[in-house]
């Protein structure tokens, strides 16, 4: 193999824009990320680092108005037929540099999804934010407040809890909705977003899912107070914090789409999240392939290079192949994301395109973690020298497999929908 | 938790001298109140505190003696028949912190050595002995075979390249060898076990102070883990060293391997001790789904489940090779070969089996597991440093070749 | 091979005394002379050669006896000192034949069992020993708590269904359950011990003779493994026994489980053994891309060595097993609970090992591996339909449950 | 879900044939196959019960026409450009009921695919050996006597040993080539097949490609001899055993294309032959499902059915994860095959084709292996009955994990790829 891109994609499957993409995006990566990702580390409280690169490439290449319709100085992806395929493409780009940066942008599309993706369009939020986005060349930040203190999982958890666990309130006051919460550890918290997606509900406790409320709040609104970025095994370039909504007034047109629709709306965030979670750990893979491949060539053991010996072989290759399958997967439920509006394909809110998108992001995680791992131990006592970056993708895509309810959600869900459990 | 940790996973103490049981009371308490009770400070300020509290163990307590030679000051602990007791003394470390626990193993590990080929070098022991009685933190550190580079060709041992190379000269023997990468602490180490070639490509072990004229070390290497002790390459030129300090007896480097994969073995066990520890308190707090605590939830607790298994069972083939490896508790009579063979094999799966441990745990803590204010990912880190760092080179294909070669007679892999 | 299996696997010599190193050279060579040295013969005509080979081990070697009460004529190894040699045993014995080896598994752990709750069953204990000493090859069959029906609420041994109800009447005990799949045998059980519940849904053993009125059998069902116990369902159709023959005592079904899972693991590990040696001769003999054997390649040398370690690791474990439940090798103090989860933990952890193991070798093997002429395929078929019986149901689910409900207190799972 | 057959399928892969041709092959093997496969087992050395079915199914569907052009009498689909997704579609649908009847019928096409795939056509022989397919109701095999004693996947590896190994030996007397060797193994031996396609030298221990002959010999020639079926494990429905050729005389032209392009066209077969193992597992797996389903569905744990206590679906759940995966992985492999045309695809003989399958086939057998295995264990003590079907499955598709060249020869083709290692 002569280049990490001969890994298999299905290649019926790309989308038009996935070649020019890709060169430029690599190009800044290799220069505004590449050389600087090894002190990342340190920069996790400042991001003075990390700051520059996210402007040069979601502010200067703009990516960051990528879904807003081209009226507005977007690129009208989200109306495409191919923007589950097009998330892929980025966020597998990125990863292959940091997996941290590649989150923050994807996470920035997410809550901005809920009002772009048809049948549930909202125009006039998309006008409102849209200058936000697109008249910019610094990185502007979304996110999705979803987790709360009291049950990591649960609110992704929608097919069998429906809200019934939020606590954050969205109350209707005159022509305002009045949230109070606390939220913790999204992504692009600890300071960083301008604008939140906030999950919440208008009767706590209720299982009906017309009382979940998604609703947008600007960061800078009175009552929005956020904690400063934890501290992390890893993925510096992404904050993660508290946010506390004290009575935070926001106008009422500011909740996605009302009752009902709203839940709807938001589920189809979980499948996106989910493919650009595999894309994320792709791309970080392939990312290690490329320094395994120098290590196992230039290292030696029995005095002849590593990966000339059968035994060796047998590890690496196996690493590789995995790659080479989780690329595959990876495409394939980007794909089914896309198919969303043929005849052939399933609704993205359905039970069997989030329990086939679930098992494959759980399958993909479980690979990351486990042939970086290996990764590891191929380079023995190098392993776990920064110098390698092998170390960084480990520790930074632990996380993914954590994120989004976890290995645990993944396998409920994917059972649920195989096997028709029905108390899961 | 209503089980002690002593009843779940039980400390053999049927097999276990009272010296030994105090030796453990003593270090666990030190880990419950100089590190496990103050987690987050000990976090914030890991440099400074690592050395502070690494200093009340191994000098106030006496743990830098715990295998110095008896007569001389020391407990005497290193001769075989106290591998079992070291390595559950290095569990206790371990629970608290996993730098400290290294750092004494390679301390226990040089004593076992020196004190089992004295002969010839009653000077250099006493010397040692000495020095490691000081009222200082002595830092000794391994540099052991593994990756070889394109175009150097390198002795082998047991495929494994050695990074060094020693020639006898007539003012004694001389070292050389470049960037040489040890296991751990090797920008402040005071004392280098590194493993050489001879002449004749033969295995040795040198024993270099690390204030000999002729060592150069590289920068610091920012490391996964074990970040207290700063590691660095080393470069040996022509570095002079006493001819008591050539170890070329040949079970010398064999021996080492042994120790070490048992001593590291205790200390990744006990890291992963404190995370059942972690994880029991998290599981009992953590809400599923509004209502139960997570360790109800069957899923959650089959997680829970592959913990404690990986654990109890790390647990149990670590004893079971102290006792291959010790004289008293023997099970059967191995050789130096076969006590090799089944300390990298058992090593080498004691290490995965904790790190799946972890791994598993995390799983159910999501990102709490992954905070540092949790300190699951500290263990997480230092004991997947560990595990790189014992597997050599190529993963655990150097294992696989070792064990094949005893289990089915290979001789040219 | 030039190391022997006792040098490799070790045999515990110094933990075992002269009576137990003469049964198993005894069951060694049977195995070697009557079953390994025949494979061929033993497998075209198994039915017969079971028959006559089990017999010559249980009658004319006395195996039978192994385990009955010593003042009645046995061996007296019924108590929990003799588990770990009655494990070696039966890892004897599974070398040869894992039916055999499941055969006798299932009449130790009865005697076992019979004689710890001997008391106010003195003349049950004798009646039994004495049809035991008969020139007879006798075959009890166990049925454990397993998979439940939809529809049909049982009473739970750790959530398991119970397929048996045992009402006490004026006659007696009455023994009801349609369509109980036991673990092996049922089609000519002489005897079952079936895990039954009593009125208050307590888990209970009942001691069926096979000729009882009321016990209907169903046709024989066709299994991957263990072929000569053909087995069958049964149905207890009001089938009364005598009060001795219920043995309610709280501990025994833990007990049992705690049993099979070391009687079976040593059954298995012996497996796991003979397979060890095949792949060794046919790694030795078969030749790769027309030049060396193949055990020089590294890559199969890389199986070879998983497959060394397996059943390394699992013997170890297995040995650790039989200490945890011996009161003499005990390591440290567990009760009846206890020792039942370390035992279906490890139980389960070896099973799987020697599986992982066979299915390592069978891939260096090929078609070998896979032809009923080279008998690695029939220890595979053994020993996954001894893991599948030992499941229960659910796969490894509830063997986690009761690992969680241990080490961390859960309590609804 | 509602039916096995809504596991992922690269949806926009599909041949025109796929709906059609599953329609009509599952109603034949529902009702030929699947009501006897429970006694196939002791048919091993009779296919008393076997033969009607392959009767039925090669013969009076007349799949064994499938590769021949239509102008003698075939279906023409080695010229179309889905055969291999022809391929895997059939392989996968007979793997569901019967491991063994899938390889018998997959094999027959082997051989004769070496004169029937573009640019290695050889219309003579064609038209010779199509009668013997097409003109009969009756099922006819063809065979690839490959392996040999001295060395099981040697000859496979054509990568690195370029026939080396090979001791059957061909040499030219007149217009006869003279055929002398012992092969062992393949499927359709035992006495099945009446076509053989016999990998040979013309000049024995020679590494030199051009020496590597292909030639048909027909069953009934004067010299072939044949075993009896062997004993197995499994696999009933696929009898194999020793063919020895003393002095076998066959036509020259019997030989498939000459020096070279014979190596060349003969590679091609491995591919095929990896995905049609992949498609094998994938249908046992999915058939495993089906019986699982059943089990997990109206068997308890704590009185409830076992799919719906949390840690039996985690264990489930992932099993049919897995099987989702494999289905994905076996259709893009099977257009990895399909794409050899196209501009954009790989040649079937490439190091990257080859490697690429051969590590899917891997990473399927693994799966299988795992999960059937595990399925065996959820039944508990109802896991080693044959009328679970779950345990036949379990102990035919073992195998699979074994042949052409095994797990070790696919791991090193991988990493030969991936690493572009020079000495394995």
């Known amino acids: 193999m002569d280049h990490f891109d001969e890994f298999s994609r299905p290649l019926e499957y790309l989308s038009p824009l996935d070649k020019h993409l890709r060169t430029v995006l690599r190009k800044n990566i290799e220069q505004e990320v590449m050389p600087l990702r090894r002190r990342y580390d340190e920069d996790w409280k400042e991001h003075a680092l990390i700051e520059p690169a996210f402007d040069r490439i979601m502010g200067g290449l703009g990516l960051q108005k990528a879904l807003f319709p081209q009226e507005y100085g977007g690129w009208g992806l989200a109306g495409s037929d191919y923007i589950f395929r097009f998330a892929y493409q980025l966020c597998e780009e990125l990863g292959r540099a940091d997996t941290g940066m590649a989150v923050a942008l994807a996470v920035t599309f997410w809550p901005l999804l809920v009002i772009h993706l048809e049948p549930y369009v909202n125009e006039r939020l998309i006008a409102e934010f849209a200058p936000m986005f697109c008249s910019t060349n610094k990185a502007v930040f979304a996110a999705n407040a979803m987790t709360e203190p ?86 510096a370039a992404d904050k993660n914090g508290d946010i506390w909504f004290d009575d935070v007034r926001v106008p009422v047109w500011y909740r996605a789409h009302g009752p009902g629709r709203d839940a709807e709306a938001f589920y189809q965030l979980i499948s996106f999240g989910q493919v650009a979670s595999t894309a994320f750990l792709t791309g970080a893979m392939m990312n290690m392939y490329e320094r395994l491949y120098e290590f196992v060539s230039t290292r030696t053991y029995r005095n002849r290079p590593l990966k000339e010996n059968e035994a060796v072989a047998g590890v690496i290759g196996r690493i590789a192949g995995d790659i080479d399958i989780c690329r595959i997967l990876g495409h394939e439920a980007a794909m089914m994301g896309d198919r969303r509006n043929t005849p052939y394909g399933l609704p993205l809110g359905s039970e069997g395109l989030v329990g086939k998108i679930r098992n494959i992001k759980d399958f993909v995680s479980d690979r990351a973690v486990e042939n970086l791992g290996k990764a590891m131990d191929v380079l023995g006592c190098y392993g776990p020298d920064r110098d390698w970056d092998i170390e960084k993708h480990w520790r930074d895509i632990k996380i993914i497999q954590l994120w989004m309810g976890g290995k645990q959600l993944c396998q409920m869900e994917s059972a649920r929908y195989f096997f028709n459990c029905e108390t899961l | 938790m209503n089980r002690s940790l002593d009843y779940l996973f039980g400390t053999a103490v049927g097999d276990r001298g009272e010296d030994a049981q105090g030796v453990i009371s003593l270090v666990r308490q030190w880990a419950e109140k100089e590190v496990i009770g103050n987690r987050l400070d000990y976090q914030r300020n890991y ?40 390595a559950a003394v290095l569990s206790e470390v371990g629970r608290a912190d996993s730098s400290t626990g290294v750092l004494l193993a390679m301390n226990y590990a040089l004593f076992s050595i020196l004190t089992r080929f004295s002969e010839g070098r009653a000077g250099l022991v006493e010397a040692m002995t000495a020095s490691y009685l000081d009222d200082e933190l002595k830092i000794p550190s391994c540099a052991l075979p593994g990756p070889g580079s394109m175009g150097r060709e390198t002795p082998l041992y047991k495929g494994r390249s050695i990074p060094a190379l020693v020639e006898s000269r007539d003012s004694g023997p001389t070292l050389s060898g470049a960037n040489i990468r040890p296991l751990a602490a090797g920008l402040r180490a005071d004392l280098f ?90 599981s009992d707090s953590r809400v599923i789904r509004g209502s139960g605590p997570l360790k109800e939830n069957p899923l959650c607790a089959s997680v829970l489940a592959d913990v404690a298994e990986e654990i109890a069972c ?44 972890i791994n598993r745990g995390m799983e159910l803590m999501g990102s709490a597991g992954y905070a540092k204010e949790w300190h699951a990912e500290k263990h997480w880190r230092d004991v997947k440093t560990i595990q790189s760092l014992l597997c050599g080179v190529g993963a655990e294909a150097p294992v696989k070749m070792d064990t094949a070669r005893c289990f089915y007679d290979c001789r040219e892999i």
């Open chain 2, 193 to 282: 076990l590194a493993v050489c070639a001879d002449e004749k490509g033969r295995p040795c072990i040198a024993l270099v102070p690390g204030d000999k004229p002729g060592i150069e070390r590289g920068r610091e290497v920012l490391t996964t883990g074990l970040n207290a002790l700063a590691n660095a390459d080393i470069s040996f030129v022509e570095t002079e060293i006493t001819r008591e300090s050539l170890i070329q007896e040949p079970e010398a480097v064999p021996m080492l391997f042994t120790l070490l994969n048992l001593f590291l073995g205790g200390v990744s066990l006990g890291a992963g001790m404190n995370f059942f520890e972690i994880l029991g308190d998290w």
């Open chain 2, 314 to 357: 790390s647990r149990l083939l670590l004893h079971d090779l102290a006792r291959l490896v010790s004289p008293s508790g023997r099970a059967w009579s191995l050789d130096t070969e076969g006590q090799y063979t089944y300390a990298v094999m058992i090593g080498a799966r004691i290490q995965k089996g904790i790190m799946r441990a």
């Open chain 2, 47 to 86: 440099a400074v505190l690592f050395e502070e509290k690494a200093r009340v163990l191994a000098l106030s307590m006496g743990l830098q003696r715990l295998a110095l030679p008896e007569g001389q000051g020391g407990f005497g602990w290193h001769d075989p028949g106290h591998v079992a007791d070291v």
């Open chain 1, 150 to 235: 009291q049950g990591g999982s649960d609110i992704e958890n929608m097919g069998l809890l429906k809200g019934r666990t939020i606590r954050t309130t969205a109350r209707l006051e005159g022509d305002q909705w009045v949230i109070n919460g606390h939220k913790l550890w999204p992504t692009n918290s600890g300071g960083v977003a301008r604008l939140f997606g906030v999950p919440c509900t208008t009767r706590p406790g209720s299982s009906n899912i017309e009382d979940f409320a998604f609703i947008y709040v600007p960061a800078d609104a009175k009552g929005v107070t956020q904690g400063g970025p934890y501290e992390k095994a890893g993925m």
